[in-house]
């Protein structure tokens, strides 16, 4: 199960910091992510982070967040800068246990958490 949090209404330039909690699995082994979604549009990834820590950025947030994993508390987190009134979506974490490096597309990741909202004005 992967649950998110930290979502919010925030002006542009601020910050948030986004969580993905994760029970029933040991998240430090598998390819995890976030992605986001626009209503309407197709779910893109935003940032991955695989077993051994490498890491990978959409174009669009390279330099403005910045993805990380507390193995020990098993959570994700996404840190975002410099937000931008485009950066506006549900986000969502997701996980898949098939890849040892993370594929780009959604379809392949097998969990996902509920989403959680983050607004920029």
């Known amino acids: 199960q992967l649950v998110e949090s930290g979502g919010g209404s925030v002006q542009a330039g601020g910050s948030l910091r986004l969580s993905c909690a994760a029970s029933?699995?040991?998240?430090?082994?598998?390819?995890t992510g976030w992605f986001r979604q626009v209503r309407g549009n197709e779910r893109e990834r935003v940032a991955t982070?695989?077993?051994?820590?490498?890491?990978t950025y959409a174009d669009s947030v390279k330099g403005r967040f910045t993805i990380s994993k507390d193995n020990a508390k098993n959570t994700l987190y996404l840190q975002m800068d410099s937000l931008g009134p485009e950066d506006t979506a549900m986000y969502y974490c997701?996980?898949?246990?098939?890849?040892?490096?993370?594929?780009?597309?959604?379809?392949?990741?097998?969990?996902w958490g509920q989403g959680t909202q983050v607004t920029v004005s």
């Open positions: 997701a996980t898949t246990p098939l890849y040892s490096r993370c594929p780009m597309a959604p379809y392949l990741y097998n969990y």
């Open positions: 029933g699995y040991t998240q430090r082994r598998y390819c």
């Open positions: 982070i695989d077993g051994d820590g490498t890491t």
